[in-house]
């Protein structure tokens, strides 16, 4: 009996630019699913553990802020020396150490793993006070704090996306005859990044982080209405085109309406409800009330 090799596997492309070994990881389907996960976790591997590090972290310190808010189990909050330590602290100490461990660990192994993991912990702790930072205030438990958990989902939206095989503005969508010329390259690269920019200087962030990813979300943001506080919106709907300011009222008004409560409630099921009174205050929580480091807040 005469025995033939099995045929060439397709070329990954750019998603994922090195081949697989013979036999293994199974054919992906057809469309998307959870096989490009699975390509991803052998492709990619730092960056599925950086961001499984982040995702758990993020649970972990929400989960433990709670308690302590909650006043149950064993936790309590940091201190020393009678200052309140956030966990944003040791946060940005280990995002420090993972990312420069990262560089010099280079791509395989397990010692760019062991970087990788200590990176998304460190990133996950930081991002979950991303609110303290961006106001220097501490509105943990306030409606300010939600700002954290926005920004939580959105990173793990835009990671995940990556791990799903996307690739930054629409590179993974061109042809091979598209790849070889430099110029077309170029102006889908250049087209994909200015409607990003458009959606985000129209106040829509969301739109403009997925839409790096997958570039037909960035042009819907691009040709659509801006938020009446963008500013897109201040420079360019007024005097002829004010009409367009009152239309992007009421259509943010709308939108609002309908998806606000929507938002409130997923922050509120991942991060904790604010607290009325943190919020009433502006989020500046003193030292031992609900939103102070002494009785409110989390490590």
């Known amino acids: 009996m005469e025995w033939f090799p099995p045929p060439a596997r397709p070329s990954p492309g750019l998603s994922f630019p090195q081949g697989f070994p013979p036999g293994f990881p199974p054919d992906p389907p057809d469309g998307p699913g959870g096989a490009q996960l699975a390509v991803a976790a052998t492709d990619r591997p730092a960056l599925l553990w950086a961001f499984a590090a982040f995702l758990l972290a993020f ?61 998304g912990v460190g990133a996950g702790l930081v991002l979950d006070e991303f609110a303290l930072i961006l106001h220097l205030a501490d509105v943990y ?9 926005e920004v939580v989902a959105l990173t793990a ?14 590179v993974e969508n061109l042809t091979e005859e598209q790849l070889r010329n430099g110029w077309a390259v170029t102006g889908t690269v ?4 200015v409607c990003a920019l458009v959606a985000l200087v129209k106040g829509k962030p969301w739109m403009a982080v ?65 607290d009325p009174e943190a919020s009433a205050r502006g989020g500046a929580g003193a030292p031992g009330g609900p939103a102070g480091g002494a009785s409110g807040r989390g490590t």
């Open 59 to 119: 649970a972990g310190a929400r989960l433990v802020t709670r308690m302590i808010r909650a006043g149950r189990g064993p936790f309590r909050n940091v201190s020393g020396g009678g200052l309140h330590i956030h966990h944003a602290v040791p946060g940005v100490v280990l995002m420090t150490i993972g990312g420069f461990g990262a560089v010099a660990a280079g791509d395989d192994g397990w010692p760019a793993i062991v970087c990788a993991v200590v990176f």
């Open 157 to 170: 939206a835009a990671v995940g996306l990556i791990l799903a095989g996307y690739l930054p503005l629409g």
């Open 210 to 274: 997925v839409g790096v990813l997958v570039p037909f979300v960035a042009l819907v943001g691009a040709v659509r209405l801006a938020r009446p506080t963008s500013p897109w919106a201040r420079r360019y709907y007024r005097g002829r085109r004010a009409r367009a300011m009152t239309r992007a009222r009421r259509r943010a008004e709308r939108h609002d309406r309908r998806w606000d409560p929507v938002g409130r409630r997923i922050s509120d099921l991942l991060g904790g409800a604010p």
């Open 190 to 193: 250049l087209f994909h990044f």
């Open 141 to 149: 438990w306030s409606d300010e704090g939600r700002r954290s958990v």
